[in-house]
């Protein structure tokens, strides 16, 4: 009973760590939203150098009261988006050519940990909000790269650019593109290489056609797919923004190859069995390489590089691999066979 009553206390002592810490980022929002209109105007004008305008007039929102010295300026660029609200579009008499550089996507770097941890907070804090904001994207380190692959996510809510402000459409007219450049300034432990996420035009857009891009964003949320209602008005929408990833179609191999038992066995594994050259050869390839192989923020006193993670977790990971590799190769058949055995004919 006592056990109890002190895992339910420390139970309650977290959620209340947590709204505080919600309750914080709040009130650091706000200050932002203020620090982001400023931006807003530099980025406005930065745009309209690249024939780019950005669309102020949404739901709730009234056009600004121009003067008369600036209200030719305000008639070319601001224009209502209806009904999706917030726009971008080409004001460029000549059109953008293909594979004209539109922006970099910037906004503010959560680790995944981290970022998950404040999603699960923020559904704690507005448990009726249907669908969550969807100015953030991954910005992923390629598997080639010497450290090997990584994730990280980027918040463009608040600290932005214009890029971020770009409309979903399923025939999209612009794409988003990782960069990787080498960083010769690094230290002589590691190489380094900077990233960034940039836009780019795919094809010929014309004078007064909205810049749009595929979010490419994915739910496991019944709610939230339905929700998530797309007004592209293309001919090849959709009919949403999200794809549905929810199906017990794609958890056919799981359910059966990849259990509680399953999970467990290997973690046996990994703490009982030793980590091998082919363990690491498989992880290599992979591209699961020093960026997800060492402990973050700890580094050896001796020779100031990264601490690698523990061989069990290692092999941990390794073993989980095999299994990834496993249900790629099985998962196909198992959605044919999920397709055939519930066709329904007319």
Not at 31 to 58: H, P, S, V, Y
Not at 210 to 238: D, G
Not at 254 to 261: Q, W, Y
Not at 326 to 339: D, H, R, S, V, Y
Request: aromatic share 8%; charged share 25%; hydrophobic share 35%.
């Amino acid at each position: 009973m006592f056990c109890s009553q002190v895992a339910h206390a420390a139970a309650k002592l977290r959620e209340e760590a947590e709204m505080s810490q919600l309750a914080k980022e709040r009130a650091d929002a706000e200050a932002k939203k203020l620090e982001a209109a400023a931006a807003l105007e530099r980025e406005i004008a930065e745009a309209a150098e690249k024939g780019i305008t950005l669309q102020i007039c949404g739901y709730g929102k009234k056009p600004r009261k121009p003067n008369q010295s600036s209200l030719k300026s305000h008639k070319r660029r601001h224009f209502r988006m209806h009904p999706k609200g917030i726009g971008i579009v080409c004001v460029r008499p000549g059109g953008l050519p293909p594979g004209t550089y539109i922006q970099d996507y910037l906004g503010e770097l959560y680790s995944p940990w981290r970022w998950y941890e404040r999603q699960d907070a923020i559904k704690k804090r507005e448990p009726n909000k249907e669908l969550p904001d969807f100015f953030n994207i991954t910005l992923e380190r390629p598997a080639e790269d010497a450290r090997g692959h990584d994730v990280l996510f980027v918040e463009a809510a608040h600290r932005c650019t214009f890029a971020s402000r770009l409309s979903h459409s399923c025939a999209p007219n612009c794409q988003t593109v990782g960069v990787a450049v080498a960083d010769q300034s690094g230290s002589s432990h590691e190489p380094l290489t900077k990233l960034s996420i940039a836009q780019y035009t795919t094809r010929h857009i014309a004078h007064g056609e909205e810049l749009c891009w595929n979010y490419s964003c994915v739910t496991e949320s019944e709610k939230e797919y339905r929700a998530a209602i797309c007004l592209c008005s293309s001919t090849t929408c959709k009919g949403a923004f999200l794809d549905y990833a929810g199906s017990s179609a794609f958890t056919a191999v799981m359910n059966t190859r990849h259990n509680f038992l399953d999970r467990n066995a290997l973690l046996l594994r990994a703490c009982s069995e030793p980590l091998t050259t082919s363990d690491r050869t498989r992880l290599t390839a992979a591209g699961i390489k020093s960026c997800a192989l060492t402990m973050p923020g700890e580094r050896d006193p001796q020779t100031g590089g990264r601490v690698e993670a523990p061989a069990w977790l290692i092999k941990w990971a390794a073993l989980t691999l095999e299994y990834v590799e496993m249900e790629k190769a099985l998962l196909p058949g198992e959605l044919f066979l999920f397709i055939i055995v519930n066709w329904q004919f007319d």
